[in-house]
């Protein structure tokens, strides 16, 4: 039986990893290739009467003459300015044919309504209105605690994400937290929708059965030696835990209520949250979380009721050592064939998170934990596993660097609810869940790979430090919901298999094009995602259906980077899109090696 558990803590890091900017590569040749190798969305702020009014929307009936001609809706501007006292005069042309008229000064609110009601007394005029200022409506949740959530706002390594409220809130996308379950909570239970215990040992449930449809959270807490010993002889756990309440304080940050007055802002506060109880007394076990990854996203598992409500978004706050098994890789791939996007922590040991499963495992988006500085947080997992860093909080200085969010007191039962700081890459994770399921409600026609790719295209560099590999950097909400929430110029092909590269060897990953229509674009974009400690090793390039090729990237002997995760842009117009295109890596030199994770081509 493989253990899993929450991702809770652990303790250190140094360099910084700079990420490789994108590039612009000349034209695709057709040479031979080179050989080688509550906010609820807060009411939107507009004018009011006391604000003084500068212009007026006047649209007329189609019959006047004013709908058409801008010289008579000058003069009718002029006449009514002339019948209040005013000097009106007409602006321009608006896509809806009315007539914008400025007031030639900024009126009071007594003077802009005499003008108004001049242009509504006329026959003519179907209606006036204030050309009202608008503002955008990521505003400041009134949510008691949101002060504490230096993770969603904070300029320096928050994920930026009231700025991407005006784009997406979650409304209607379905988030599946496969964790321990839920406790009751108010700021929470709004967005909560019935979920399913897959506990199906009866003393690690620690309520009383085996599996059913009741996912409330009864507990976890342990006395010393619950779990039997570790490798060394030593008891699990070594001393008495009590509750964590570990998946309602990850439910919290994807979709707490937002706007009620009250608690903590979710960062998809529109969305629901479906508990799939996995985690009890001692861990889950592998057989119960592949079974819940295949449930929560509509596949069919025996002696279960089908889900009504699959998940758009699975978040597994939990972990356990080894690569990831071949069962539970099987379970991800169908969650993700069937349209789930699988985020996943990276784990809480300051170690590769290659060794830990599910962090290793293909098709999912592995998080590691920064903390308020933005440096990787000191337990954090690291390594070329891991797609992108998230806020995961660092709580040995003060409770306030850690995550806020929705709790419990009840230390062996339940208890009544609370907030409380945590810190871990199960705290990192759900912040990226959030963020797909905002992705997810802007764009609902993107996979799973796209979402990654759109969150890794627009992160931007921890401002700290990373020792290890930190993925594409720190996610930005309001940047990916702005440049990512759809492909960038039309169909999107990629491959997401994964290609080893070996040290002085030159490897290819194919990609076949169909169903486009002519020639390539004159800037086709080349998405590239490899896995590599020294990026100064490689050479990318791409390779047409006919043979002629572009360099990408070429080898520096100055660039000791960790990965290459970009777009390049190429000018392949002289090339027919249809057929096989091929990324070419060539890694020229001994000592350090990796594995092209994933590329596209958007056309």
């Known amino acids: 039986m493989n253990g899993y558990r929450p991702l809770r803590i652990s303790l250190v890091a140094v360099t910084s990893v700079a990420l490789l900017g994108a590039g612009t590569v000349t034209a695709l040749g057709a040479s031979a290739p080179q050989a080688g190798t509550a906010v609820s969305a807060p009411a939107t702020p507009v004018a009011t009467a006391e604000q003084p009014v500068e212009r007026l929307i006047v649209g007329y009936k189609p019959q006047a003459a004013e709908a058409t001609s801008n010289s008579a809706a000058d003069r009718d501007a002029t006449a009514k300015g002339q019948k209040t006292g005013e000097s009106l005069d007409f602006d321009r042309r608006l896509g809806t044919g009315a007539a914008l008229v400025d007031l030639g000064a900024k009126l009071g609110e007594k003077d802009a309504a005499d003008v108004i009601a001049a242009f509504r007394a006329d026959p003519d005029v179907a209606y006036a209105v204030p050309d009202k200022r608008m503002y955008a409506t990521a505003v400041t949740p009134n949510d ?334 309001t940047a990916t919901l702005g440049g990512g929430t759809a492909p960038s110029t039309g169909t999107v092909f990629t491959n997401s298999a994964n290609v080893n590269i070996p040290d002085n060897t030159a490897v290819t990953s194919p990609l076949t094009v169909s169903g486009i229509s002519g020639n390539a674009p004159s800037a086709l974009k080349v998405g590239v995602d490899i896995k590599h400690t020294y990026r100064g090793d490689l050479k990318i390039e791409l390779v047409a259906p006919n043979g002629g090729s572009a360099v990408l990237k070429n080898t520096s002997t100055s660039d000791s980077a960790d990965n290459v995760i970009t777009t390049y842009t190429v000018d392949a117009s002289g090339v027919v899109a249809n057929g096989t295109w091929k990324l070419r890596v060539t890694d020229a030199y001994a000592g350090d090696t990796g594995y092209i994770d994933s590329w596209s081509l958007t056309f």
């Open 144 to 477: 008691t605690e949101y002060n504490r959530q230096w993770d969603l706002f904070e300029t320096t390594a928050g994920m930026n994400v009231p700025g991407a409220w005006d784009k997406a809130t979650g409304r209607g996308v379905k988030v599946a937290v496969i964790d321990t379950g839920y406790v009751a909570h108010s700021d929470l239970t709004a967005n909560v929708i019935a979920g399913y215990d897959f506990i199906s040992d009866a003393w690690m449930a620690n309520d009383g059965g085996g599996r059913d449809s009741n996912a409330a959270d009864t507990g976890d807490w342990m006395n010393t030696g619950d779990c039997g010993t570790d490798e060394f002889g030593l008891p699990v756990p070594r001393r008495d835990t009590n509750n964590s309440w570990h998946g309602t304080h990850v439910a919290g940050t994807i979709a707490a209520t937002t706007g009620n007055g009250k608690g903590i802002a979710g960062i998809a506060y529109n969305a629901t949250v479906q508990p799939v109880r996995v985690l009890g007394k001692c861990g889950g076990t592998t057989a119960d979380i592949i079974d819940a990854i295949i449930w929560a996203s509509g596949g069919s598992v025996s002696g279960v009721p089908a889900n009504p409500n699959p998940a758009d978004v699975i978040n597994m706050s939990l972990g356990g050592d080894g690569a990831c098994d071949a069962g539970t890789q099987s379970a991800i791939n169908g969650a993700v064939s069937r349209g789930t996007t699988v985020v996943v922590a990276a784990g809480n040991d300051n170690l590769n998170a290659a060794d830990f499963n599910p962090a290793s495992c293909n098709n999912v988006i592995t998080v590691a934990a920064s903390d308020r500085a933005g440096n990787r947080a000191s337990y954090s997992n690291y390594g070329t596993v891991v797609d992108i860093a998230a806020p995961g909080g660092e709580t040995a200085d003060s409770s306030a660097n850690g995550i806020w969010s929705t709790l419990n007191t009840g230390t062996r039962s339940v208890g009544s609810e609370t907030y409380a700081a945590y810190q871990g890459t199960s705290m990192a994770a759900p912040h990226i869940a959030g963020l797909a399921a905002l992705m997810n409600e802007a764009n609902p026609a993107m996979t799973p790979a796209q979402i990654e790719t759109a969150i890794k295209n627009n992160a931007r560099a921890l401002p700290g430090t990373c020792s290890g590999g930190c993925g594409a950097g720190l996610a930005d909400a």
